[in-house]
């Protein structure tokens, strides 16, 4: 009975089968606004229906489908298209215009005044994630990278990014939003410091030489935007061995990759180092770090993550040089540095396109400084008059910093984001005098900021930021309001025009604090335009700009000390800024050049007039290469940098008023770094381990290098001041293990 | 009669899931030869789009995505035979294979030939940008090749990709033209003792594996 039933029901199944079997012919075009779309999926949807157009956007298939059906376009970079069908013998033709799809990709960024090294394909990503590590002339410094580019200044004397005519102090640098305070070791007189972290934490970098996000505040000229790494692909483990340092470091990833944890420790000692390369300060401590940090991150859920990052470092060093005050007797300089950094970061969607950032970071710095004279027997001697020499300074920061920030996400890539950062600083300080008189201070100050900004999506080729911030400084008991506001727009493929306007306002340095008169923020105002093209692996931007500085802080000399007075300083920069990058054009080179030419004048501090400041060179180039050698498997880098011959000036006191007691130019600046990296590992199956050999060769040509000039107290005799030794090499070896997973794969999916 | 009524919609339900896997193993058993002869750009692209079009359409199929994902890695090493390099001309092809073989997996978990195609996209997307990528996309191949060798020792392509890979690095990276023609005969091998599962499963290679021994 049954199978007679199934026969019946056969039967009629077939008869419809035949009925529907009239084949229907669905074609058509496919275009965007210009031109037609090859290799475009044309979908009959729930059906095995459809077609790919060909090179003139044309498709045509036949459907033996009947009834309503959807028919469904996708191509990369557009929006999806939907239309519904009717099939009912007739032939249909579809003709179909299909929108390009505001993406990260294909849209315009505001990009004026910022340069990105990130794996993101964003239209500012100049540079490559590699290029911190791999750039000859940046001996491992993150710094040091963003020195080849257009805006910051070479200035090799004290540490820092100068840019376009600001002090090292107009720069702040952010890790995952939070502000980092000591971003760099300690100063030390004459000798540029170091940055404390690894290149090898970050993901990506933001380099902004002005007009930045209304989320950052408190830098009058630049920020610095780093951000750190997520989860990493595999555990592993991971040794460091140089001629000046030794270290070591594990990563452990979850069995589920939803978290991972971390550590690493390394010892840097320079005393092999200048054992061998001649230096000169004399050194009865040669410097010695000991540095760890810890870290981990939770994926907490599908598009929540929890980071973590501590840094820890313990380092001293003390040297003695030739006095220039007194003939035959000897500086010395010792400082004691310790230092904690901790940074909890956690980032979720919260639905509805609604995002939040939360960040906190803490920093614990610790310095003790100690300068004084000696004798030719090494002892501690004051020649008569110069006790100011001979001080102690014992310095305790605790700074801390929280940001909180909303983003909704509007039509394609419009987003609003509004959130508030809280900034606490409390510095403690004291001051020995020779006479063993103590001088203690304490300053404690909060700010407070809320911030909203919006990016605007007119069309795929047009898109503006405009975000304004407002702060409140306890300290300074004033509030101010800060808009910004940025344009772009796009002239083709790769294309674009930007300009961005901002105004900036920062706390007077703490160094001139406390000051018995009133100040207020200083100010600076941001005009920039931009040209960029990028394409095929070349990118080439020109900037010109215009800086504003108001209400710089003016100092006076209360008891030999220099305190802040007024607000009345003032000053400007302006300059033209180019950049070109080839990966193409000589095969297997990679090269990029940029110059800058920078115009600034300002009356600031102890400054008797308006002056172009000793930090401000008129030109600026640099050139990096860098050329991988298959069969070597070695990467041959090389830079040189330029700058113009920077003005120099002694300031003296003569009682009642600051005067220029000397002033002139120094030498133009040269350097040609050299960098061999080894990778012998490189193309080997199944690789386990990493092993990257670096040599770095700083000042190849031993040129001679001026960073300016020092005077004795009295002005009566002039010194120059140079590097530490001319030239510097460097060999060092960085070998990482991965740690083998693929037994955790398999084992995860036979239980 | 209450029994044959209730059997009816049974009888009624094999059936036409009966016959709609017979009108996607004959859709498949179209395109699947294909997969071993394709090797133009364009082709290879209309191929994935085709594969793409049944894999969307039947929705619990592994075997569509799995060979959506193969083809379109293919027109990615098509594209870089032509001539074409940098990553902004194979990563899309890259992106787009990657996005349908995670669906595959979804629908098929440990699957050697799937991390077949892992490993494929992996070198792709490496070779596009080495000096970047190698630290991440190097050990990706190489893990999924080995996870491939692990859950099915017998998988011929396995061999073969690891007997490609020897011939086409150049010496000084451990690429060994010897090995290479070893794995080949390997390959070649499991090969003459590989049944697939069905005649719509995965097949190929044996074509590759013949070209390389020849050269």
Not at chain 1, 591 to 598: D, N, Q
């Amino acid at each position: 009975m049954s199978t007679f039933k199934t026969g019946l029901l056969l039967l009629l199944l077939t008869g419809s089968t035949i009925l529907v079997n009239a084949q229907v012919t669905v074609s058509g075009k496919v275009m965007d606004r210009k031109k037609p779309l090859a290799g475009v999926n044309v979908v009959l949807k729930d059906s095995y229906d459809g077609a790919t157009t060909d090179s003139s956007g044309k498709f045509s298939f036949k459907t033996t489908e009947k009834g309503e059906f959807i028919l469904a376009v996708t191509s990369v970079g557009y929006k999806p298209f939907e239309q519904k069908i009717k099939l009912e013998g007739a032939p249909v033709t579809v003709d179909i215009i299909l929108k390009e799809e505001v993406t990260e990709l294909s849209a315009v960024i505001v990009s004026a005044g910022t340069f990105e090294a990130s794996d993101r394909k964003k239209a500012v990503a100049v540079l490559d994630p590699i290029d911190i590590v791999t750039t000859a002339s940046a001996n491992g410094d993150i710094t040091g990278a963003l020195k080849t580019l257009p805006g910051a200044q070479q200035v090799g004397e004290s540490e820092g990014l100068f840019v376009r005519g600001g002090t090292a102090a107009e720069t702040k640098t952010f890790i995952d939003g939070t502000l980092v305070n000591n971003f760099f070791y300690s100063s030390v007189p004459n000798i540029a410091q170091f940055g404390r972290f690894s290149p090898f934490i970050f993901k990506g970098t933001v380099f902004s030489t002005g007009g930045y996000s209304a989320l950052y505040g408190q830098a009058l000229s630049s920020a610095l935007i780093l951000e750190s790494i997520d989860l990493p692909d595999r555990s592993s483990a991971n040794l460091s061995l140089s001629v000046l340092n030794w270290g070591g470091g594990y990563q452990h990833l979850a069995k589920n990759k939803k978290s991972s944890w971390g550590a690493s420790y390394s010892y840097t000692d320079l005393w092999l180092a200048f054992k061998v390369i001649k230096q000169k300060q004399d050194y009865s401590k040669v410097p010695a770090y000991h540095n760890a940090d810890a870290n981990f991150r939770i994926k907490t859920s599908n598009t929540g993550m929890l980071k973590y990052y501590g840094y820890f470092s313990s380092n001293r060093l003390a040297f003695t040089t030739n006095s220039i005050d007194s003939l035959g007797y000897k500086d010395r300089f010792s400082i004691g540095n310790t230092n904690h950094y901790h940074n909890l970061n956690w980032r979720e969607s919260l639905g509805k396109r609604w995002k939040v950032t939360a960040g906190i970071s803490y920093t614990n710095n610790k310095d003790d400084i100690s300068s004084g004279m000696q004798d030719a027997n090494e002892n501690d001697a004051i020649p008569g008059g110069l006790e100011f020499k001979k001080f102690d300074v014992d310095t305790r920061g605790n700074y801390f910093n929280a940001k909180l920030v909303f983003e909704k996400r509007l039509k394609g890539l419009s987003a609003i984001r509004f959130g508030h950062e809280y900034n606490y600083t409390h510095d403690k300080l004291v001051y020995t005098s020779y006479n063993n008189q103590q001088y203690p201070s304490s300053i404690k100050g909060n700010i407070h900021s809320v911030f909203a900004e919006s990016d605007i999506y007119i069309t795929n080729g047009l898109a503006a930021k405009i975000g304004t911030r407002f702060e409140y400084s306890s300290l300074l008991d004033k509030t101010n309001f800060a808009p910004r506001a940025s344009l772009a727009y796009k002239l083709g493929k790769g294309e674009q025009v930007s300009v961005a306007y901002g105004v900036f306002y920062q706390n007077p340095e703490r160094r001139y604090l406390p000051s018995p008169n009133e100040l207020t923020f200083m100010k600076a105002t941001h005009y920039i335009a931009q040209y960029q093209k990028v394409v095929n692996q070349q990118s080439f931007r020109a900037e010109i700009f215009y800086k504003k500085y108001d209400d710089l802080v003016k100092t006076g000399n209360s008891n030999g000390q220099e305190t802040a007075l007024n607000n009345n300083g003032y000053g400007d920069a302006k300059g033209i800024e180019f950049f070109w990058r080839d990966k193409k054009n000589i095969k297997g080179v990679d090269y990029w050049i940029s110059y800058s030419y920078l115009d600034t004048k300002r009356d600031f501090l102890n400054f008797p007039s308006a002056i172009t400041p000793n930090f401000a060179a008129k030109h600026t180039s640099s050139l990096v290469i860098k050329k991988f050698v298959q069969k070597w498997k070695m990467n041959l880098n090389t830079a040189y940098n330029f700058a113009s011959g920077r003005p120099y000036y002694h300031i003296g006191f003569d009682g009642s008023n600051y005067k220029f007691n000397d002033r002139g130019t120094i030498p133009d600046y040269h350097n040609v770094s050299f960098a061999i990296n080894y990778l012998p590992f490189i193309g080997k199956q199944n690789a386990r381990s990493f092993t990257v050999w670096v040599l770095q060769v700083s000042n190849i040509f031993n040129i001679k290098q001026t960073y300016g000039y020092q005077y004795s107290y009295n002005g009566y005799r002039k010194e120059a001041i140079v590097p530490t030794s001319r030239m510097f090499v460097y060999i060092g070896c960085f070998i990482s293990f991965g740690v083998d997973r693929s037994d955790d794969v398999i084992n995860n999916s036979l239980n | 009669m209450k029994k044959l009524l209730l059997l009816m919609p049974l009888s009624l339900l094999t059936f036409v899931s009966f016959a709609q896997s017979e009108k996607y193993v004959k859709a498949m058993e179209k395109l699947v030869p294909s997969v071993d002869t394709v090797w133009n750009v364009d082709q290879l692209k209309e191929l994935s789009n085709s594969f793409e079009r049944i894999a969307d359409a039947e929705k619990t199929q592994w075997l569509p995505y799995y060979y959506a994902a193969l083809t379109r890695v293919n027109a990615g090493y098509a594209i870089m035979m032509s001539g074409a390099t940098g990553a902004d001309k194979t990563d899309p092809e890259g992106n787009k294979a990657q996005e349908l073989i995670t669906k595959a997996e979804t629908l098929s978990k440990d699957n050697s030939e799937i991390f077949i195609v892992k490993k494929l996209i992996a070198t792709l997307m490496m070779v596009g940008d080495p000096m970047n990528r190698y630290m991440t996309y190097g050990p990706a191949a190489s893990e999924a090749l080995e996870t491939a060798k692990k859950l099915n020792p017998e998988n011929p392509r396995v061999y073969l990709q690891e007997g490609a890979d020897k011939i086409n690095t150049p010496e000084q990276y451990g690429g060994n033209k010897e090995e290479g023609k070893k794995l080949m005969e390997e390959a070649k091998k499991k090969f003459e003792t590989f049944k697939p599962e069905s005649n719509i499963h995965p097949n190929w290679g044996r074509g590759q594996v013949q070209y390389y021994l020849s050269r």
